[in-house]
């Protein structure tokens, strides 16, 4: 198996963007998911990593650099995505990279190709002169238990130490340390005929719905005929 970037490997850029991932469907309706994500290998590709054995591409890690305005912010994925193509549009020095996604081929899920892939990511943002890689982690088991606040999720642990969450694990084992909860990573909202084209679900009833895949409840409003979902996730640091 070899992990390099996509600007060692161009020709792989339309491979990549196929490549399946685990994320529940309706995520890809999130508005800056929508605008920006199929654009990192294309402005970012010294930063996006590809994993193959032969021909075939087995792998992916997107991570961007941006700009650090101080503390992690609350609003995560979104905030990151936002300030990393605000940053280069203006050609601005960044200092810190962020995680965006690791993405591994169906058959080869479980087998720790994940962790190569984190470990991978550091490295080749210590090789382009940065001291840290964040990350807004959505922790993988996290939807079997939607109705458990991220505050309390993201710090248990099991008899060794170790978190509870196995994505978690993979970044703690690597290096990282969890540095803070982002509430609101990801937005998604739309109105309910959309929701159920999105999930097949009825989205009869106001208040909390349990949407398959999802981290917590979506929130219904027949009265106002919406459904939002409102993402948390986990902001882990990686010191290089």
Known sequence: MEITTLAERPGLEHALLELSGEWPGFTGHEPVTQSRW?????????FVLVATEGRELVARGFSVPFRS????????????????FRDHAAEMKTDTVSAIEITIRGGRRGTG???????????????HGFSELVAPVRPNAKH???????????????????????????????G????????????????LDQWRDWTDLPFDLSG???????????????????AVYVEPNVWVRHSL
Request: with cysteine.
């Open 38 to 46: 199929a654009e990192i290998p294309q402005v970012f590709p010294e």
């Open 69 to 84: 305005r101080g503390a992690l912010p609350g609003t995560g994925w979104d905030q990151v995505m936002i300030w990393a």
């Open 113 to 127: 190709l994940s962790g190569r892939m984190l470990e991978a990511m550091r490295a080749n943002a210590k090789a």
């Open 144 to 174: 079997l238990e939607p109705k458990a606040s991220m505050a309390e999720y993201a710090f248990r642990t099991r008899e060794d130490g170790l978190p509870h969450d196995p994505w978690l694990r993979v970044h703690i084992r690597a």
């Open 176 to 191: 990282g340390v969890i540095d803070s909860i982002a509430p609101a990573s990801m937005v998604v909202a739309g109105s």
């Open 208 to 226: 909390p719905v349990e949407v398959p895949g999802a981290l917590v409840p979506v929130t219904c409003s027949l009265e106002h005929d919406q």
